[in-house]
C-alpha cells in the first residue's frame, strides 16, 4: 500500500509559543509532498523533523491570515539558495499571488525555478490539482475572511484480476480488456459473466481533510462525510464558545460534534490558542462528543 501520512510542523492559533510554531503540515503520498498551510518558523521545523524540503511539489494555503502565510516568503528563497529547478504549484485564495508579487518586489528576490500560482474562488467543494493518483479538492468554510479547506482522495485505481476466475472460464484477451473496463462478459450461449467474478474486492480508499480557521458550521458535513482523518481547528474550550463564535472559531467540543456527525474514522485538532499549556484538556472534551481524537503536536506523524 502507498504511504499516506500526515507530519504536523505547527499548530499553534495566531502566534508562535515557546517553541512552537502556528499552522503547517506535511501530507506524504506516494514519495510526492504536499504542504498544506506555512506558518512562520516552517524552515526550522521541517529541519527537526527531517522533512525534504525538495520533495514539496504542491503548498495549499487555507486563507491569508499570517499565522497561516507568513512562512512562505522565506521558504520560496530558501528553494531558490538550494538551487530548486523543480516547479511548485501554489494554491489559495485570491490576493495569494499578490502578497507573493509584492515581497518580491519590495526584497528584490532573486527566484528562477518556475512557481505557477492558481487562486481559487469557489463556493463548493470543487477539484483544484491532481498528481497521478490523488485528487486535491478545496471547499469553502466560515471564518473572517475567505478561507478554504482542503480534501485529499486517492483515485479510484484499475481493478486487478481473479487469475483464478480467469483460468476456470477462459476468458480470451478481448473479454479480459472487457473486465479491465468494468463490463460484463456476453457469450454466445447466452450466459452472463458478471465483472465481479474477476475482479479482487478494492481496499478502501484514504482520504484527508484539513478544515482550517473556521467556525462551527454544518454546511461542510457533505464535503467531509465519511473521510479516513479529519484535522478540524479547536482553537477553544467550550467554555469560550462566545469567544469562539464572535472570532469565528471553534471550540474542541464542536470539532468532536462535527467529526461525530460526519462520520469520519479519525480526528486531529489543532491550532490550539497559547493560553493552553496543556492541550489533553481539548483533547478530553472532543471525546466526549467522539472517541477517535489526537491532538495535532509539532512532530506527530499520522497514518491515513
Known amino acids: 500500500m502507498k504511504t499516506f501520512e500526515v507530519t504536523i510542523l505547527g499548530s499553534l492559533a495566531a502566534l508562535p509559543h515557546k517553541g512552537k510554531i502556528t499552522s503547517s503540515q506535511i501530507l506524504l503520498y506516494n514519495r510526492q509532498s504536499i504542504m498544506i498551510d506555512c506558518g512562520e518558523g516552517v524552515q526550522m521545523m521541517m529541519s527537526k523533523y527531517h522533512i525534504n524540503p525538495s520533495r514539496i511539489k504542491l503548498i495549499c494555503i487555507s486563507h491569508l491570515h499570517g499565522d497561516h502565510l507568513f512562512g512562505l516568503p522565506g521558504l520560496l528563497s530558501s528553494f531558490q539558495h538550494h538551487q530548486r529547478t523543480e516547479p511548485l504549484t501554489i494554491i489559495g485564495p485570491v490576493g495569494t499571488a499578490e502578497f507573493i508579487d509584492v515581497v518580491h518586489k519590495l526584497t528584490q528576490q532573486y527566484i528562477v525555478y518556475p512557481i505557477y500560482i492558481k487562486e481559487i474562488d469557489i463556493v463548493e467543494k470543487t477539484e483544484v490539482f491532481h498528481f497521478d493518483d490523488l485528487v486535491v479538492s478545496a471547499f469553502p468554510l466560515n471564518h473572517r475572511i475567505v478561507t478554504y479547506g482542503y480534501y485529499f482522495e486517492e483515485k479510484a485505481r484499475v481493478k486487478k484480476m481473479n487469475k483464478d476466475a480467469v483460468k476456470q472460464f477462459q476468458l480470451t484477451v478481448e473479454e479480459i480488456r472487457q473486465i479491465l473496463k468494468g463490463e460484463d462478459i456476453k457469450r454466445n450461449e447466452g450466459l452472463l459473466?458478471?465483472?465481479?467474478?474477476?475482479?479482487?474486492?478494492?481496499?478502501?480508499?484514504?482520504?484527508?481533510?484539513?478544515?482550517?480557521?473556521?467556525?462551527?458550521?454544518?454546511?461542510?458535513?457533505?464535503?467531509?462525510?465519511?473521510?479516513?482523518?479529519?484535522?478540524?481547528?479547536?482553537?477553544?474550550?467550550?467554555?469560550?464558545?462566545?469567544?469562539?463564535?464572535?472570532?469565528?472559531?471553534?471550540?474542541?467540543?464542536?470539532?468532536?460534534?462535527?467529526?461525530?456527525?460526519?462520520k469520519v474514522k479519525k480526528l486531529i485538532i489543532g491550532h490550539f490558542s497559547s493560553r493552553y499549556n496543556d492541550v489533553k484538556e481539548l483533547v478530553d472534551e472532543a471525546r466526549n462528543e467522539f472517541e477517535e481524537v489526537y491532538a495535532a503536536l509539532e512532530g506527530s506523524v499520522f497514518s491515513i
Not at 202 to 211: G, L, N, T
Not at 245 to 255: G, I
Open 193 to 262: 459473466l458478471k465483472n465481479e467474478i474477476f475482479t479482487l474486492p478494492d481496499p478502501p480508499f484514504r482520504s484527508y481533510a484539513y478544515c482550517s480557521d473556521t467556525m462551527y458550521d454544518e454546511k461542510i458535513l457533505d464535503w467531509i462525510k465519511g473521510v479516513s482523518t479529519l484535522y478540524h481547528e479547536a482553537t477553544y474550550l467550550h467554555l469560550l464558545v462566545e469567544k469562539a463564535k464572535e472570532r469565528k472559531h471553534t471550540t474542541a467540543q464542536q470539532a468532536g460534534r462535527l467529526a461525530k456527525k460526519a
